[in-house]
């Protein structure tokens, strides 16, 4: 059994309206050293597989064929075992 670790977050060419609200609220509590805030989502998928490398081909077909939109999204992938 393995755990995938799925780190999903905009391209940087996309304007993170999330992000920029969020920044703006820290900036209002005090904390204007920070200066940019990118919002993203973190998915874990537990995947029966033989191998890591199987386990992280599944992973990889799950997000480009739902999880992430490509077009506007980047994603990051680390495979454990458990």
Not at 19 to 36: F, S, V, W
């Amino acid at each position: 059994m393995y755990r995938a670790k799925v780190n999903i977050t905009l391209r940087k060419s996309i304007l993170d309206p999330k992000g920029k609200a969020a920044r703006h609220a820290l900036q209002n509590l005090g904390l204007k050293e920070i200066d940019q805030v990118r919002i993203g989502k973190l998915i874990e998928l537990d995947i029966n597989a033989e191998n890591e490398e199987i386990a992280r081909e599944l992973a990889d077909s799950a997000c480009s064929q739902l999880l992430a939109n490509e077009v506007m999204e980047d994603y990051h992938i680390e495979i454990e075992k458990t």
